[in-house]
C-alpha cells in the first residue's frame, strides 16, 4: 500500500483587486510514494512544486483533490485531529534555517520537535536528540548538540534541520529543494544520506528544479509544469527516453562533466503564468512540436510503457510508416 496518495489536488490562490485573478498554483495533480521509496517532483521556478508539498502536508489548504496518508483522508481533517498525523510526515525546507532558531545551540532545536508533541521525559528527548544527529551523519553528535548554527558548515547545518525532521521517527519526509543552497562539493553527501534513510524504509517526496542531481537517487520522477504533472515514471527510464517534450528540454539542459549550467533549450518568450494558463496543451507557447490541435485539447497522462507516462499524444502516438516504407519489402530474419 502507498503511504502517500495524491488524487486530483489543485490549489488555487484567489488574488485580490481587479481584474480578479485566480493563481492555478497546482491544478490536477496525482501521484503516490510507498514506503522506502524517493519520488522526485521536477520542474522550473513556479511549476507548483512547494504548493503541491505544503498541500500535502495541509501548511495550505487544498482547492479540490484528496491526499492520504497511510490510508486516511487527511485533506480535511481539522488542526487538532491533523497534528498526530503531522507528526509521521515531517519536512526539511531549503534554508535550514526554517527549522533551526540561530540563538540556540543545535541540540535544542532538535529537539523542539518532541517538545511540541510531548515525547519522553527530558532525558529520553537528550538521548532521541542525540540518535537523530548521529541518523543525520553528524558525529560525535553530543559535541554538534552543544554548537549553535553558525559554527557549522552549510552541509553540516542541512544535516541538523533532517536532524530535527526525523527525530520523531516520521514515515514521509518531504524535501523541498534540500540541497540547491549548498556547494556542489557537499550535495551528494546531504543525497547519499537521503539514499541511507530511504533503504531505512522512509518515503521521500524530494522537490528540486535540478534533474541532474535527482537522476541518481530517485526511484521515480514526476515532471511538473504549470500546475500539472506532464511525464512521470521510473527515473531511469524517464531519464533515458523522455517523452514529453518539457521532460527532453529538462535532459537536454542537465550540465555535461565540467559545466556549471547549462540553459534549457526551449522557447523563452513570457514566463509561464498560472493565474493565466493557455487553453489547449499548457505547454504550446514554448513547444518546439506544437500543432493545430495543441491549441484546443488538454491531453492527460497516458501510458509509454508500464509505470511510465507522459501528457503528449503528438510525441506518444506511434510514428506512421512512410509511403516508401509501407511499400518496401519485408526484410528476411
Ligand atoms: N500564497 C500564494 N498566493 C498567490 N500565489 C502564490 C502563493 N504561493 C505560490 N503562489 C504562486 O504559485 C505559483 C507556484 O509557486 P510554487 O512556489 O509552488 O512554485 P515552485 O515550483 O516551488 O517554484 P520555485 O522553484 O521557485 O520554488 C507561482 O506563480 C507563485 O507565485
Ligand atoms: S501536446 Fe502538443 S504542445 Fe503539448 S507537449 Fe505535446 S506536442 Fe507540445
Ligand atoms: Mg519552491
Partial sequence: MSLLEVDGLATHFRLRGRPRRVVRAVDGVSFTVAPGELLALVGESGSGKTTTAQSVLRMTDPTAGTVRFAGQDITGLSRRRLKPVRRRMQVVFQDPYESLDPRFRIGRSVAEPLAVHGVGTRAERRDLVLAALERAGLSPAAAFAERYPHELSGGQRQRAAIAAALVLEPELLVA???????????????????????????????????????????DRIAVMYLGRIVEEGPAAEVIANPVHPYTRALVAAVPRAGEERRPIPIKAGEPPDPAAIPAGCRFHPRCPVAR????????????????????????????????????APSRPR
Fill in 292 to 327: 493545430d490541435e495543441c491549441r484546443r485539447d488538454d491531453p492527460a497522462l497516458a501510458v509509454v510503457s508500464g509505470a511510465h507516462r507522459a501528457a503528449c499524444p503528438v510525441n506518444l502516438a506511434p510514428a506512421v510508416p512512410t509511403e516508401e516504407e509501407q511499400c
Fill in 176 to 218: 523541498d529543494e534540500p540541497v540547491s543552497m549548498l556547494d556542489v562539493s557537499v550535495r551528494a553527501g546531504v543525497l547519499a544520506l537521503f539514499d541511507e534513510l530511504r533503504a531505512a524504509g522512509l518515503g521521500i517526496l524530494m522537490i528540486t528544479h535540478d534533474l541532474s542531481t535527482t537522476a541518481a537517487h530517485a
